[in-house]
């Protein structure tokens, strides 16, 4: 429904096939209604430090610090709610203990590494995430959340943001390459 009414499309958190899923069936859907498609926005945690081996520990320690019943018991409420979707699913049903202690999904956009691995990718554990991948897929907006908001949004500002600048002005300016599969 997104690409026939919707001037924007937000998703939850998701690995590389799933972005790749939803910006393609939401740009077939605004074709097939004689629309551009909408701008697409994307949940994401990011955990940026020096060294990749900090950050996993981060994510390691926010996992491991998460309130268990509470993360279940959202799970299961999720997983509930889900099966009166449309697909029987819903958005939550293949997420993880590990998912869902971030709400949204936030950790499997991968954003999680170094600043030049959160910028332009190589990150080992998924393959993909960076905010460039993201980009070169067609997302035009990050929704995203830190451990410790202040010093991290400044971090991220200060040694994330302008690699991303960086690369964003060496990509061309042709369509998002999931565009290009369906063209």
């Known amino acids: 429904m997104a690409g026939r009414v919707s001037d924007w499309y937000f998703s939850n958190g998701k690995d590389f096939d799933g972005v790749v899923e939803q910006i393609d069936d939401v740009r077939k859907s605004a074709a097939e209604a004689g629309r551009t498609a909408p701008k697409f926005g994307l949940n994401g945690f990011l955990i940026a430090r020096d060294t ?8 390691r320690e926010i996992i491991a ?5 509470a993360v279940e018991g959202f799970g299961a409420a999720v997983k509930q709610a ?16 590990e998912d869902l202690v971030q709400y949204n999904d936030g950790f499997r956009t991968g954003l999680i590494g170094t600043p030049e691995q959160i910028a332009w990718g190589s990150l080992p554990a998924e393959g993909w995430g960076s905010v460039v991948a993201c980009k070169k897929l067609g997302v035009d907006l ?3 959340g830190f451990l410790h908001y202040h010093e991290e949004v400044e971090y ?3 040694r994330v943001l302008p690699l991303v600048r960086e690369l964003e002005a060496q990509l061309p300016a042709t369509e998002p390459e ?4 369906h063209a």
């Open 65 to 69: 610090k998460a309130d268990s019943e």
């Open 52 to 59: 990749e081996a900090e950050a996993r520990d981060t994510l």
């Open 178 to 181: 999931s565009a290009r599969a």
């Open 142 to 144: 990050f929704l995203l």
């Open 82 to 97: 889900g099966q009166s979707a449309a697909d029987g699913k819903g958005m939550w049903q293949d997420s993880t203990f």
């Open 156 to 158: 991220f500002g200060r």
